[in-house]
C-alpha cells in the first residue's frame, strides 16, 4: 500500500500538493463507487451551468457548445457502459470533468467557473431525491389501485376486526384493505410535500459564499426545473433536510408497508387461512414440500430496518454539522440510495402480492363469529330498542357473554330463555343482529365497515386515482 507518487497526484487541485494520498486516503475519500449513480443530474447540472455561464457572457458560446457536446459524448460512454470510473478521481463529478479534460482539451478548465463540488453535490442529490420522490408516489399509487380494486371486489367479505390482536368485531374485507389506502394516501402526500419544499436550486452557492462572476442563478434554476434559486449560499451547500424529510416520509412509509406485511404473514398461516398469496409470490422449502412461505411479505417487513436506519444515519451524520459543507456529507448518498431502492422494492413486492392474493370467504366469516364478536351489536340492541342507557347494556351483554361461555355456546345459539333470564325484555328480533354478517352491514356510519360504505370508498379511489394518473 504505497503511498502516491507526485504523477499520480490529483489533477484537480494537485497545484500545491507535492505527493499524491495514501491508498487509505483515496479509499477512505473516493465515493464514486456510490455517487456514480449521480452522472444523469450530474451532466445535467454541468449543461445547465455551461449555457448559464454562456448566456451571461463569462464564457464564450463556442466553448459552451463545445463542454455540452463533450458532455453529451460522456453521457453516451456512460449510458453503454463503456465509461471507466476511477476511484483516484474521487468522485462523479471529477471523474465526468477529468474525461471531459480528454476529449474536449483546455476548454473543459472553464466548466468549473463559478461553482463548487459542495454546490455541484448539493444540486445532483436534490435532483435525484426530488426524481425518487416522484418514482415513490407513483409506486405508491399503484399500491393504493390494487388494493381499492382488492376492496372493491371483497367489499362483503365478513373477517374479524381485531383490537389487541383479540377477535373484536367483524368488519369486510375491503374496509381492512381500504385503511392501508388511507395511509398510503397520506404517504404519497408526504413525498409531494417534501418535493415542494426541496425544490431550490443550490448551483451558483459556489463553494459556500456565492460568487464574484455575475451568474445568473434563475436561468440555471430553471433549466434544471427548481422553482427559483436558493436565497442563502451557506444553505444551499449544508443543508441535507431535503434527503432527511423524504427518509422520514420513507420510513413512515416503511413502517405502514411493515404492518401490512405483518397482516399477509398471519393471514397466509394456516392458523388464520384468511389469505392465499399466489404462487408467484411464494416460496417452498427446501424439505417440506407442503410449505408455501410469504418470504416476500417477511422481507418487506424486514426492509424496513433498512429505511429506518437510513433516516437515522443522516439525522446523526448531520448533527453537530457546523456550517458549511463538511466531508461527513458525502455519507448521506449511500444510506439515502439504500433506503430509497428497499423501498421501492418493497411497494413493488407489496403491490404484486396484493394483486394476486385470493381471500378464502368462509374462513373469515366464521373466524368473524367468533370471540362473541357481536356482543356490541347486542348491547347496541338493547340501547336502541329497549332504550337502555349504553353502561347498563354493556352490564347486561357482560352477563349474557359469561353464560354463553359457560354453556361452550356462540351468541346466536344461545337459546332466548337465558337471554330474558337477564333481560325479560329481550324478544327473538334479537337474532337479527346477532351474526357477524349483520353486525358487518349494520356498521354503516361515515368511514365504517359495512359493505355499502366498502364500495362507494373503494370507487371514489380508484376513480381518484385514475384521475391523478
Ligand atoms: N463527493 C463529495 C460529496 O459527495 C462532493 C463534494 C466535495 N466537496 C469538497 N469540498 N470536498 O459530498
Known sequence: MADKTKDQENQMWGGRFSRGPAAIMEEIN?????????????????????????????????????????????????????????????????????????????????????????????????????????????????????????????????????????????????????????????????????????????????????????????????????????????????????????????????????????EIVFWTSSQFGFVRLSDAYSTGSSIMPQKRNPDAAELVRAKTGRIVAALNNLLIVMKGLPLAYSKDMQEDKAATFDAIDALALSLAAMTGMISDLTADHARMLSAAGEGYSTATDLADWLVRVLNIPFRDAHHITGAIVAIAENKNLALDELPLADMQRVEPRITQDIFDVLSATASAASRTSYGGAAPDNVKAQASRWLKELDREI
Open 30 to 262: 473516493a465515493s464514486i463507487d456510490i455517487d456514480k449513480r449521480l452522472w444523469r443530474e450530474d451532466i445535467a447540472g454541468s449543461k445547465a451551468h455551461a449555457a448559464m455561464l454562456a448566456g451571461a457572457g463569462i464564457i464564450s458560446t463556442d466553448d459552451a457548445k463545445t463542454i455540452i457536446a463533450g458532455l453529451d459524448q460522456i453521457a453516451g460512454e456512460i449510458e453503454r457502459g463503456e465509461f471507466k470510473f476511477s476511484a483516484a478521481l474521487e468522485d462523479i463529478h471529477m471523474n465526468i470533468e477529468a474525461r471531459l479534460k480528454v476529449i474536449i482539451g483546455e476548454t473543459a478548465g472553464r466548466l468549473h467557473t463559478a461553482r463548487s463540488r459542495n454546490d455541484q453535490v448539493a444540486t445532483d442529490f436534490r435532483l435525484w431525491v426530488r426524481g425518487a420522490c416522484d418514482e415513490l408516489e407513483q409506486a405508491l399509487k399503484a399500491l393504493m389501485r390494487a388494493l381499492a380494486k382488492k376492496a372493491e371486489t371483497h367489499a362483503n367479505f365478513v373477517m374479524p376486526g381485531f383490537t389487541h390482536l383479540q377477535i373484536a368485531q367483524p368488519i369486510t374485507f375491503g374496509h381492512h384493505l381500504l385503511a392501508y389506502v388511507e395511509m398510503f394516501a397520506r404517504d404519497a402526500s408526504r413525498f409531494a410535500d417534501a418535493q415542494k419544499r426541496m425544490n431550490e436550486c443550490p448551483l451558483g452557492a459556489a463553494a459556500l459564499a456565492g460568487t464574484s462572476f455575475p451568474i445568473d442563478r434563475n436561468a440555471t434554476a430553471q433549466a434544471l426545473g427548481f422553482d427559483r434559486p436558493s436565497a442563502n449560499s451557506l444553505d444551499a451547500v449544508s443543508s441535507r433536510d431535503f434527503a432527511i424529510e423524504t427518509l422520514s416520509a420513507a420510513a413512515i412509509t416503511g413502517i405502514h408497508l411493515s404492518r401490512l406485511a405483518e
